[in-house]
Structure formats: C-alpha cells, structure tokens
C-alpha cells in the first residue's frame, strides 16, 4: 500500500510570506503527527491531529498551525515566515492514538527554505 | 520531562566491523524506545523498537539493542556493518500513555559512515 506522501517535496519562500505543507497517511492510518528537523536544533514536535482534532502540541509559536481533514489528511500552516523556519518538515502517521496502536510511519518530507 | 541523549554525533567505521550507537534517556516515568535511521534526503524509517518484554529486541538487517533500566540506555549495536549502513541514526522515546503516546522526543542523532 501507498506510503505517507508529503507535498510539495521542496519549497523556497520570502520571509514574511505563509505557507502550506499537506500530508497524506498511510490508508485507514487516523493519527497524523508533524516534526520540524533543522541542523542546529534536531527533531522537534510540532502537534499531532486525530480525528480532526489537536491532541498534543509543541513548543512551537502560535505562527505555526495546522488541521485535519475527515479523510484523515492533514495540512500545516506557518505563517510569516522567518528565516529560523527553513528546515525539513515531516509528517508521522500512524493508526490511532498512541504508539501503542501501531509504529509511526514517517514520509520524505517537504525541504521548506526562507530565503 | 522526557529528554534523550546520543554520546556520539559521528562514528566512522570500517566495512565489517562492529559498531554500537549509545543512547541513554531521562525520564520519571517508563517509557518507549525507539531507533529510527535516515538516509539522505529521506524520511525516517523504524529500525526497532522496545515496548515491553524482552529487553534485547532485534531487527530484520541485523541491528540490535539492549533496553537496560538501571542505566536508562538504549544501545544500539550491529556485528558487522555494511557500506549500505552509512546513515544518520536516530534514538526517541515516547510515554505509554494514551493523550502523549503520539509524540516521539528524538535525540540529536548519531552519523554512522561506513568506510571501505
């Protein structure tokens, strides 16, 4: 079956811009999780959406959003761009709530750069 | 707090040799472990994971690691590595509870090169 796809796969933005990254689970997966990998700080969460509801949250700024679809697709947003936001932005998903209900399984990312 | 620590950011090797990654953590409470590898301009995959049980868990290309409490480390080990090892490994744990199991805390990686 078809993997997590994540699109677009690279991107380059102005800063003060906004963007929107989409994330599609694996088929029949409900729980979509975001991260945000930058050299300097690692991987780091960002939230995780299940039933088109946010169930956990990082300690990211409120620029930094995103929703879930009835189809279980999910979107993030970031809003006015700063330069510190170029990274690679990954999407987990996985079938429920909790790693209990199944490994979480990560898509190629999307290359956000702020230039 | 959760918070995972890799010892080493580089380990260059040679082809055929042994390696271990090390990992510890930090937490009050028990917790889930994980090992992930990324190769260039990939996602992450799963590599093993401990959850209960046993605490040597192995994977399909020869990986291993060893869950020791006392220590709160999560080494991971391979006999003999190959050219096709060469990746950047990354060790997370997660809470086994219901409203924080979908959140995986990652350590900063370790870049294992392989060299002929």
């Not at chain 1, 991260?35 to 969460?45: A, D, E, K, S």
Request: charged share 15%; net charge positive.
């Amino acid at each position: 079956k078809a993997g997590v796809t994540q699109t677009p796969r690279y991107l380059i933005k102005t800063r003060g811009q906004q963007v929107t990254l989409s994330c599609s689970p694996i088929s029949g997966h409900r729980s979509v999780s975001w991260y945000q990998q930058t050299p300097g700080q690692g991987l780091q969460f960002l939230f995780e959406y299940f039933s088109e509801t946010q169930r956990n949250k990082g300690n990211f700024p409120g620029r930094f959003s995103g929703r879930q679809f009835s189809n279980s697709r999910s979107e993030m947003n970031v809003s006015t761009l700063e330069l510190g936001d170029s990274a690679l932005y990954l999407c987990a998903s996985s079938l429920g709530r909790g790693l209990l209900r199944g490994e979480a399984f990560f898509g190629q990312g999307t290359r956000l750069t702020v230039v | 707090a959760q918070s995972v620590t890799q010892l080493d950011s580089q380990v260059p090797v040679f082809e055929e040799a042994p390696v271990e990654l090390r990992c510890n953590y930090s937490s009050s409470v028990s917790v889930y472990l994980f090992w992930y590898v990324q190769y260039p301009n990939q996602g992450l995959q799963l590599l093993l994971k401990y959850l209960s049980g046993s605490t040597l868990v192995e994977s399909i290309n020869g990986f291993e690691a060893e869950f020791n409490k006392s220590q709160t480390s999560f080494h991971l080990r391979k006999p003999s590595v190959h050219i096709s090892d060469t990746a950047e490994y990354f060790c997370a744990v997660s809470l086994p509870i219901y409203n924080q199991g979908g959140k995986l805390i990652f350590g900063q990686g370790t870049e294992l090169s392989v060299k002929p």
